[in-house]
DNA sequence: TTATAAATTTGTAATGAGTTCAAATATGAA
DNA sequence: TTCATATTTGAACTCATTACAAATTTATAA
């Protein structure tokens, strides 16, 4: 079950134009984008889109855990079209929000020292390969 | 070496009275406080504080390693005073952010897939112990 | 001490992500 | 068609955080 609209049908969320059109764009880039991109991206094909159908429609795939938000820039939230969990690394030079496939021990449960879990967010902050490699090239 | 000021001083700060008072609050209570409830709080003693001091402290703790600033909740930045790294749980009902203490095989890494690791964030959100036994009440 | 420079604090104004809300539009059933 | 319901829109608003320049404090040196 790949399919965009079936998704959000199953889901209970009525596949509208502007809901279908933001998902295939988290579906299309997986780059982590904030609500701007997602309005500023969908606005060149929907034009009268507007900011408020963007948010609105991303706490309606929240809600439903189709989509999930990262609080992690500490500016602004971006968002995750969530198939497996994962972990993420944070670049503070670029910017860029990196999926990390890793083993982690506490991905899956449920329950900790007594308080329900619902979600499970790792991710590391620092300097991303690319960013590394530049800085030794301007180096030498 | 538990003497705020000489924490402050080994790090290059200058301990001026605003500083160690939010030092000390952070200190004091590890309840994980936004800007606005240290300024609120800071304000009964020092009534002529201003919210941008508090700004500007915070920063100075974080970029010299003393604080470390949680994007959690996803409206405002909790601080924590850093001792040992340690995982944090977020409770969407009470809002209240908890220290866990468990073991993490990532919590030491310095590198990973290529990318130089500053930071290490492992939370988990849900319904903490408190709000749970409160609503087996409710239901009995 | 006094003068001068540097660091710190303050308060106001600005920024910008995200929310509120009522009006407009689209959809779906009878 | 008619009516009710769901969705979208856009403008106004909220609120955490930042920018910045003036005021104050602190440190330094003559």
Redesign the interface.
Known sequence: MKNLKDILEYAGIKPTIERLSILRYLDSKHDHPTAAMIFNEIETKIPTISKTTVYNSLKLFIDNGIVT?L????SE?RYDFATKPHHH?F??KCGKI?D?I?D???MK?TK??????????????????NC?EKEEKAQS
Chains 1, 2 share one sequence.
């Open positions: 938000p609080y992690i820039t500490g939230v690394f670049c503070e990196y990390l890793i982690c021990p506490y449960k900790i020292q007594g308080h329900q879990i619902k979600q499970r967010h790792g991710y590391f902050r620092g300097i991303c390969k590394l």
